[in-house]
């Protein structure tokens, strides 16, 4: 088997969504020529917006090759989008499972059979405060070594403005119309890491040259310089509790001096509190 035929479901969910896409949004496509006609291959795309799977979907949908996401197991249960999930072969992922691999041995099975498997190496939405992609999990390098297929890096860009990622209010803003820009460059270049053993270091390497090359197609899509280094969220976590704790042991003898009823030491502030007692917001 060489490629997924599109089948029913997928057939019914291009007639619900494509139509609301295509009204929409603009779309700036490029790249497509990089999806392979045949054969099994692995996608890596970046994510900075709920939209994206959408966006992404509909881009390779046209390429004739139907997507098959790694999607939580929530998104599986009963229901119309349980349903389609699971009728257009869509593979869940069980995140507490403690097996690695075992994770992902449905995309391995999907790629040797000849299908696309699309990868959001983060993990999540990005938490870059600019939107570029942060450091990936080892996920699809590890299908990439084990399946030895092309990885595609995908760039795309443009749904954030219209579904802003973690958004305090969660709301659309669909005018004006925003441009959805999905950008697909050529095969990943793996083979320092092919035949190797899949240690802890050669699946980071093989990770960062994946999220390396999906942060150059997204450059060439934002026509602007990428950072020098990657964000990463746990160690941006990890600082900024470094930099409460001075804070929080300079307040605690002012704290302590106001519940004695005594005078804060010479320089240093008392916080300021609200009528009700509390620190403002």
């Known amino acids: 088997m060489s490629r997924r035929k ?5 057939r019914l969910a291009a007639v619900i969504a494509k139509p609301l896409l295509l009204l929409l949004f603009k779309r700036d496509w490029r790249g497509m020529e990089n999806i392979p006609a045949s054969g099994g291959f692995i996608v890596v795309v970046n994510h900075n917006s709920y939209l994206d799977p959408l966006s992404y979907a509909h881009f390779q949908y046209n390429t004739g090759r139907v997507p ?21 072969g869509q593979i869940p992922v069980y995140r507490e499972s403690a097996d690695a691999i075992g994770a992902f041995r449905a995309a391995v099975e999907a790629v040797n059979k000849g299908e696309c498997v699309v990868f959001y190496p983060e993990g999540t939405l990005t938490r870059d405060p600019e939107l570029w ?3 990936g999990k080892t996920g699809a390098a590890r299908v990439a070594l084990l399946t030895r297929a092309p990885v595609i890096p995908v760039a795309q860009w443009g749904a954030h403005e219209a579904v802003p990622p973690y958004a305090k209010r969660k709301r659309l803003r669909l005018f004006p119309r925003k441009t959805l820009r999905v950008r697909a460059g050529k ?15 050669v699946l980071r ?13 997204l450059a060439d ?8 280094e990657r964000y990463d969220h746990r160690k941006a976590v990890a600082e900024r509790r470094r930099t409460r704790r001075p804070a929080a042991a300079e307040a605690a003898p002012d704290a302590q001096a106001e519940q004695e009823g005594q005078a804060a ?3 240093q502030d008392r916080p300021r509190t609200s009528a009700a007692g509390e620190e403002p917001a």
């Open 133 to 135: 992609p942060m450091e």
């Open 68 to 88: 098959r996401f790694l999607a939580k197991v929530s998104l599986f249960g009963r229901g119309f989008v349980g349903a389609v999930m699971r009728g257009t």
């Open 265 to 267: 030491p010479p320089g």
């Open 187 to 201: 095969p990943v270049d793996l083979s320092a890491f092919l035949d190797r053993e899949p240690t802890a270091e």
């Open 205 to 217: 390497g093989t990770t960062d040259a994946l999220m390396d090359a999906i942060t150059a197609e």
């Open 6 to 10: 599109i089948g029913f479901w997928y």
């Open 221 to 228: 899509l934002r026509g602007e310089p990428a950072p020098q």
